[in-house]
């Protein structure tokens, strides 16, 4: 099992509504991410969990909040978006967060905030 | 730091050509990786190739090859014999520790 899955695909929230965004993986990878990505740019890092820490935060305004519950999922909460956070989210894993490591993407959750 | 140039917004290839992608980086590490991720309308980010920084050999993975040139600080992707499946954005990234650095992207369109 080489997938990783990400739920839900599609997202609408308004500005004042909370909601989580799901990422799980069954590969043993011990190194977790989120990363957002704006139409026609490239994914921007957001977080970094390492054997379920958070050793990487890549100065993520609070309103975006992860959890990383065991280290098969990685959760990312949302509350009080402003509907420039609208992107698609992309979780990735990998066997390590050491330099090289190859990792493996989602499909993303298209997020739209309202 | 790290930067990462994908200098060709946009490309274009009949079916069953060759193209090349490039990509030209920067960084300050000795030992650091290459990678060619493919995106394609499915959103889902693929690893195309990876190339070791210390491995003088190019790599390749079947139609997909690599130039990696450390001294000019280049690393395009060659994909031959073109199939429409390819049609995606192709970034280039910069792999460090804990450091990812991406390419803007290039949109490949695949002809028939």
């Known amino acids: 099992d080489t997938e990783v899955t990400q739920t839900p695909k599609h997202l609408v929230m308004g500005m004042t509504n909370k909601k989580s965004l799901k990422c799980e993986q069954h590969?043993?990878?011990?190194?977790m991410y989120w990363y957002k990505q704006k139409a026609k740019k490239p994914p921007e890092l957001m977080f970094v969990?390492?054997?379920?820490?958070?050793?990487i935060n890549e100065s993520v305004p609070s309103r975006f909040s992860p959890e990383c519950p065991n280290s098969s999922l990685l959760n990312l909460h949302l509350h009080a978006l402003q509907p420039e956070d609208s992107a698609l989210y992309l979780c990735?894993?990998?066997?390590?967060?050491?330099?090289?490591?190859?990792?493996?993407f989602g499909q993303g959750t298209r997020l739209t905030v309202v | 730091a790290q930067t990462v140039t994908q200098s060709q917004p946009e490309m274009s290839v009949q079916e069953a050509e060759t193209v090349t992608l490039s990509c030209t980086y920067d960084?300050?590490?000795?030992?650091?990786?290459l990678f060619w991720y493919k995106q394609p309308p499915s959103r889902q980010m693929i690893l195309v190739i990876r190339?070791?920084?210390?491995?003088?050999q190019n790599a390749t993975e079947n139609r997909f090859s690599v130039n990696f040139q450390k001294a000019a600080k280049s690393f395009s992707l060659k994909i031959s014999d073109s199939q429409l499946g390819d049609t995606a954005m192709y970034f280039c990234?910069?792999?460090?520790?804990?450091?990812?650095?991406f390419g803007t992207g290039t949109k490949l369109q695949v002809i028939p």
């Open positions: 990735a894993s990998s066997n390590s967060d050491r330099r090289g490591t190859e990792a493996f």
């Open positions: 590969m043993g990878h011990r190194a």
């Open positions: 969990y390492s054997y379920e820490k958070l050793s």
């Open positions: 960084t300050s590490e000795n030992n650091y990786y």
């Open positions: 190339q070791e920084a210390y491995k003088q």
């Open positions: 990234r910069s792999g460090g520790y804990q450091k990812v650095t």
